[in-house]
């Protein structure tokens, strides 16, 4: 067999079935080459169809493989944020009685003729604020209003008067400073740990990127199963301090709002207080 002829069987056998031009076939033939983007998307593919082997994807085994020292920023951001939320229940359900005693205590104090009638009611109020000032008031007018003794003159049984209409008024200044400290009562632990939860989770983070780095001066490999439980326990750390101190944030701005309404609420009811000690003893 002659080269011609080798060279015509040859091309017969490798050439395209396709009746097109040579230009068609041309591009045809480059159509079918693998391009780099083809090769990185079937490498991706292949990736996300096989998991990696020995991970799970749970937050809790994460949790459990993490370092001591991450297991113990953990359970300290924990332990704040169950104790702030139990003082949130604690304050809702507290301020919650104190509107409602609140409410019925002034609808009394001012339809009662007498201080005596609202004295009756005040054992079954006293989650309001407003009765201990009434009866730090009340028990200031009973000891300036005391009948005088039996041998006193008979001119000296006159109307009973107020020695001192400011004795009272320092009287229900004194409850009332008692009383706002008795609203503020736990509502600091909110504001400490939205203050300081934060930074204890950045320093779990901290550690968990230390934790990362060291794995991989050791191994000497930047693989992502070096890298990812270090970046894990980090990420971890950072959202357990975010989930401890929004809540405690908002609910101590919550409370704190609250608390300035009561005292406002005290402030004037020390004044209508006042008002009837000096039309009724003055």
Known sequence: MGLTEFYTVW???IRPRYPSS???NRTTSEGLLPTPGSLVLALQLEGSAVP??????SVIDLIADASPVSQVVLGILLIFSVVSWAVVVYKAMAFRRIERQTSTFLDVFRRSTKFSEVQAVCKSLEGS??????????????????QPAANSPPAAAA???????TAVDRALLRASSVEVNKLEKRVPFLATTASITPF????????GIMVSFFNIGTQGST?????????????????????AAIPAVYFYNHFSTKVKIYASEMDDFALEFLNIAERNFT
Not at 130 to 135: H, I, P, R, T
Not at 223 to 243: C, K
Request: proline fraction near 5%; charge should be positive; charged fraction near 10%.
């Open 11 to 13: 091309y017969r056998c």
């Open 22 to 24: 040579a230009h068609h």
């Open 52 to 57: 990696a082997q020995g991970t799970t994807g």
């Open 129 to 146: 604020p407003l009765v201990g000032m009434f009866q730090a008031g009340y028990a200031e007018l009973n000891l300036q209003l005391r």
């Open 159 to 165: 109307r009973p008067t107020l020695k001192s209409l």
């Open 200 to 207: 204890i989770g950045l320093f779990g983070t901290v550690w």
């Open 223 to 243: 693989d992502l199963s070096v890298v990812a439980p270090g970046i894990a326990e980090a990420l971890i750390a950072t959202a357990m301090g975010l989930f």
